[in-house]
């Protein structure tokens, strides 16, 4: 019978510091797009404006479009991020 060898994983803090950037850095759309209908942060260019928002992406048949709050017509959107909520925004919502 094989022994468990008990192993310590040992991380730096350095690339926890890392990885928490990596999960709030502002994605660009040409390298992907968030879900279907998930609302998240956005970049956009509007006239010669850049601006920070609430938005989502949003597709049904062959039409594909961003949802920007508050409304604009036309937005580029370049750069987008999802919405991480606290730990207890999330606890209150599993009861629902």
Known sequence: MKQKRNRKIITCPLCLYQAELAKHRWIPVSERLPEDNDTVFVVL????????????????????????????????????????????????????
């Open 45 to 96: 260019r509007h006239k010669d404006e850049v601006f920070s928002l609430v938005g989502r992406y949003v597709s049904f048949d062959d039409i594909c479009k961003w949802e920007v709050y508050p409304e604009t017509k036309h937005p580029v959107v370049t750069h987008w991020k999802p919405i991480i909520l606290p730990e207890q925004a999330l606890q209150g919502k599993k009861g629902r």
